[in-house]
C-alpha cells in the first residue's frame, strides 16, 4: 500500500474552539501561526456539540455567532492553500434537552430507564449521552461524517470523547440486542456500589466482553465512513494514557483499538492531568511513544498535549517542563498534537504565555521528519506490559495502586541508568517479539495465561534474562488465583500463600552478601523492605538467595526495638540460573518501591538485578548525570542505523522547574557493529562531537543545555 501522508512524522495544532471563539476568527492568522511554528496539520472543530458550519441534519445544533459564515470552509481553503492538512473535530458524546426529545429512543438509559446524563456549563444545560447502538451514534453519526467529507475539503476526522458510551447502558436496544446475544439479561449494579466497583464484579464479565465488542463495532463503522472518501482520508480519536485502566474498563476501549482502527496510534498524555500530583512525571511523554511503538511500528505515534493543560484550561501550563515534555517526545521519535482548549490559536488567546513554546521542537522533527519516521525504540531491555494485570491492579490512589507504580518505578531506574528500553505487551508477546531482548522486566504482571507462561520460559532457556516481582503469574488470564507462581520453576520458588504486610518497620537480611544484584551497596547486613512481601520458600537448591524476609521490628519503645533473631527462611530476592539465561525474583514491591520510596536499596538494588539478569551488554555507555535522559531509536528498515537523543532534565528540587542547568562534559560510547563509523550527522544542538575510538564511537557534548541529538550508522 503506498504511503500517505499520515506515515510520516505529524506536528498538530489543535484549537478546540468555545461557541464564540467563532467570532472574528482570522484563518489566515492561525495559518500564519502554524506556518511559523513549524506545524504540518490542523485539527479544528466541525461539530456535534455546536456545529460551526450550515448542518442540514435534524440533529443540527448550529452555533449561535455564525451569522451565516462559512467558516469551515475558509479554514480548509486556507491551510491547504499554505500547504498542510485540516482534520474536523466532531464529538457524539451526547445533545441537549431539546434535541433529546427529539428522539428519545435514540439515547442511553441508566438501569432505572433515566436518561444518562453528564452536565455542561452552564450547570443547567444537562447533556443526555447516547450508547454504541444508538441510533445517534449509528446512522446520525455515519450521515454527519459523510456531509462533512463530501462538502468540504478535509483530510479526515478527529472523533473526540470517543468514550461517551461510559458504564452500562440499559436502553431498549442494548437490552435486547444483549439477550439476543447472550440469552441473558444486562445485570445491574448492586444498591451502594460505585459503577466502577460494580464492573470488577464476574457478573459483568460476559457484559463487559460484549460491551468492548460494540465499542469496536462503533469504531469500525466511523473509520469505514471516512475511509469510503479514499485511503488518503484520516480516521482516529482519543486514547487516554497507557496506565487508565479505569477508561478501558468504564467504556470498553482500549489501546487494541487504536492499533488496529486509527491511522496513527494518538495517546492523550497532558503534563497536567494526572490526579495524583499536580504534574506528571516529564519522562512519561517519551514513554508513552515507546509504548504506542509496541503495539504496532508500521503507525506513526503521536501525544494529544498542549501548552495549557487539562484543569485550568485558560491559564497556560508550566513553560520550561512543557519544553522538556515535548522534548521528550521527540527524542523517542514521536509526533506532537498541541491542543489548546480556547482561543483561535496559542498567540490568539487569554493567556498566551506558551505561545510559540513548541517551535523549537516542531523545528526539529520538520527538520529530521525522514529520519524520525520509520524507527524504533532501540532496546536492551523489554518492559512488560500487562493489560489484564493493570486493569486489575491500577488505582487511581496509588497507596494502594500495584501496577502503574511498579512500571513507573522501573522506567525511573532505566532513565537514570541510560539503558535502552521499549515495551512488549501481553497482547503481542512472542519468542520472535523477544529476539534480541536481553533482558525482560516484568513489573507485577499477575494476570497471565499458560501460554504466556510457556514462551516467558522458552525465552529465559534460550538464553534471556527475566527480573520480576511480587505476584507475578500468581493468577490465570481470567482473574482465577492459582495456588502457586505459574512461573515457579523459572523463579525458583513455591508461594506459601502467606502475603505480610512491611510497609513499616521492615528490612530483609542480607544472605548472599557476594551477589552481583547487591554490587556497590556497601558494608552492611541489612536492607530496607516496605509494601507488601510474599512468603516464598525454595524449591531450587542452585539458586542464591540474596536476602532473606524479616518479621517487622517496631521501632517503640527503643529497647524493645529487637527480635530474637534476624533469620527465616523466606527469601526476598531470589537470583540464578534457568537455561541459558539468568532470573532474578523480587517477592516483594521493589520495581514500585523505586517510584514510592527511591531510597538506593530498591533503585540501585534493581539496576543491579537489571545489569545481572541481561549481561550488562548495553547499546551504550554513558557518562552523564542521571538528570540527563538518553534515548536512541533504531531505523526500522536498518538497526545500524541510530538517532541518539539527550534531553537535559538537571534543574532545581521543586516541581515544576523554573531553570534548566547546563551539563558539561557528556560522553557515549557505542560499540560500532560493523567495525566502523559508516556516517554520521549533527542533527540538533551545539558542541557535540564524534569520532571513532577502539572499535566504539565517542559522543562527546561540550553543553548540554535543553536538547540535542545525533544520528550514527553504526
Excluded at 462559512?70 to 485540516?86: P, S
Excluded at 433515566?114 to 446520525?140: D, F, G, L, W
Excluded at 440499559?170 to 435486547?176: E, I, L, P, S
Amino acid at each position: 500500500m503506498a504511503r500517505q501522508w499520515y506515515n510520516h512524522n505529524l506536528r498538530f495544532l489543535q484549537t478546540v474552539l468555545r461557541e464564540i471563539d467563532i467570532i472574528g476568527y482570522d484563518a489566515a492568522g492561525v495559518v500564519n501561526y502554524m506556518k511559523e511554528s513549524n506545524t504540518n496539520c490542523l485539527v479544528v472543530n466541525a461539530g456535534g456539540v455546536k456545529d460551526f458550519f450550515e448542518n442540514p441534519l435534524e440533529m443540527a445544533n448550529e452555533n449561535i455567532f455564525r451569522d451565516g459564515r462559512d467558516l469551515l470552509g475558509e479554514i480548509c481553503h486556507a491551510v491547504h492553500a499554505a500547504g498542510m492538512h485540516v482534520l474536523v473535530r466532531v464529538d457524539f458524546r451526547g445533545v441537549e434537552q431539546w434535541r433529546y426529545e427529539l428522539h428519545p429512543d435514540w439515547f442511553a438509559a441508566d438501569q432505572d430507564g433515566n436518561p444518562k446524563v453528564v452536565a455542561a456549563n452552564p450547570a443547567s444545560v444537562r447533556i443526555m449521552r447516547p450508547c454504541y447502538n444508538s441510533y445517534y451514534t449509528q446512522e446520525h453519526a455515519v450521515a454527519y461524517i459523510r456531509y462533512l467529507l463530501q462538502t468540504y475539503e478535509i483530510d479526515g476526522i478527529w472523533q473526540n470523547a470517543l468514550g461517551f458510551d461510559s458504564g452500562p447502558c440499559y436502553c431498549k436496544n442494548c437490552r435486547d440486542l444483549f439477550f439476543e446475544e447472550s440469552g441473558e439479561e444486562i445485570p445491574r449494579v448492586p444498591a451502594g456500589m460505585g459503577i466502577a466497583e460494580a464492573l470488577d464484579l464476574p457478573g459483568f464479565a460476559k457484559y463487559r466482553a460484549w460491551k468492548a465488542k460494540k465499542a469496536d463495532e462503533h469504531i469500525e463503522r466511523l473509520r469505514a465512513a471516512v475511509k469510503a472518501f479514499g485511503e488518503e482520508k484520516v480516521y482516529c480519536a482519543e486514547i487516554f494514557d497507557m496506565l487508565n485502566s479505569g477508561f478501558s474498563k468504564m467504556t470498553g476501549i482500549d489501546h487494541d483499538n487504536a492499533r488496529k482502527s486509527f491511522d496513527f496510534i494518538v495517546s492523550c498524555v497532558f503534563i497536567d492531568s494526572t490526579n495524583k500530583r499536580p504534574y506528571d512525571i516529564i519522562s512519561n511523554a517519551g514513554t508513552t511513544i515507546r509504548f504506542s511503538r509496541a503495539l504496532d511500528e508500521r503507525k506513526q505515534p503521536v501525544i494529544v498535549t498542549g501548552g495549557n493543560g487539562t484543569k485550568q484550561r485558560y491559564i497556560a501550563a508550566p513553560t520550561l517542563e512543557t519544553r522538556l515534555w515535548l522534548w521528550e517526545i521527540a527524542a523517542a521519535g514521536g509526533g506532537v498534537w498541541n491542543c489548546y482548549f480556547n482561543g483561535q490559536h496559542p498567540a490568539r488567546t487569554l493567556d498566551r504565555r506558551n505561545a510559540y513554546s513548541e517551535k523549537a521542537i516542531f523545528g526539529y522533527l520538520a527538520k529530521n521528519s525522514v529520519r524520525l519516521s520509520d524507527t524504533r525504540p532501540a532496546m536492551d531491555v523489554a518492559v512488560y506490559y500487562s493489560n489484564k494485570s493493570r486493569d486489575r491492579f491500577t488505582s487511581d490512589d496509588e497507596r494502594v495502586d500495584q501496577y502503574a507504580v511498579a512500571l513507573r518505578g522501573i522506567e525511573r531506574v532505566l532513565l537514570e541508568s541510560h539503558i535502552q528500553f521499549g515495551f512488549v505487551t501481553d497482547e503481542n508477546l512472542s519468542l520472535d517479539r523477544l529476539r534480541g531482548v536481553k533482558a525482560l522486566l516484568i513489573p507485577n504482571a499477575a494476570l497471565m495465561s499458560e501460554a504466556e507462561i510457556d514462551i516467558i520460559e522458552q525465552y529465559v532457556k534460550n538464553g534471556g534474562g527475566v527480573v520480576a516481582s511480587y505476584k507475578t503469574s500468581l493468577f490465570d488470564e481470567t482473574g482465577k488465583e492459582r495456588r502457586d507462581f505459574g512461573l515457579a520453576r523459572l523463579f525458583g520458588l513455591h508461594f506459601t500463600g502467606r502475603v505480610q504486610n512491611t510497609k513499616a518497620d521492615s528490612y530483609q537480611l542480607v544472605t548472599g552478601r557476594d551477589h552481583p544484584v547487591l554490587k556497590g551497596l556497601g558494608d552492611t547486613d541489612m536492607l530496607m523492605n516496605a509494601g507488601e512481601t510474599l512468603l516464598c520458600r525454595k524449591t531450587d537448591q542452585g539458586r542464591c538467595s540474596v536476602s532473606s524476609y524479616i518479621p517487622t521490628i517496631l521501632n517503640q519503645p527503643p529497647e524493645y526495638a529487637w527480635v530474637p533473631d534476624l533469620r527465616t527462611d523466606y527469601p526476598v530476592i531470589f537470583a540464578g540460573e534457568y537455561g541459558k539465561g539468568r532470573v532474578v525474583y523480587f517477592a516483594n514491591q521493589t520495581d514500585a518501591l523505586c517510584f514510592t520510596n527511591g531510597h538506593e536499596d530498591f533503585t540501585e538494588i534493581y539496576r543491579n538485578a537489571v545489569d545481572y539478569a541481561s549481561g550488562e551488554e548495553y547499546l551504550l555507555r554513558a557518562k552523564a548525570p542521571r538528570s540527563v535522559h538518553i534515548s536512541a531509536i533504531a531505523g526500522q528498515e536498518d538497526e545500524n542505523r541510530l538517532v541518539i537523543a539527550f534531553v537535559n532534565a538537571s534543574g532545581s528540587s521543586m516541581r515544576p522547574m523554573k531553570e534548566v542547568v547546563p551539563v558539561h562534559g557528556v560522553k557515549v560510547c557505542v560499540p560500532l557493529r560493523s567495525g566502523r563509523l559508516r556516517g554520521q550527522s549533527m542533527l540538533w544542538g551545539e558542541g557535540l562531537h564524534v569520532s571513532e575510538q577502539d572499535g566504539e564511537a565517542l559522543i562527546e557534548i561540550d553543553r548540554l543545555d535543553e536538547f540535542a541529538s545525533v544520528e550514527l550508522l553504526i
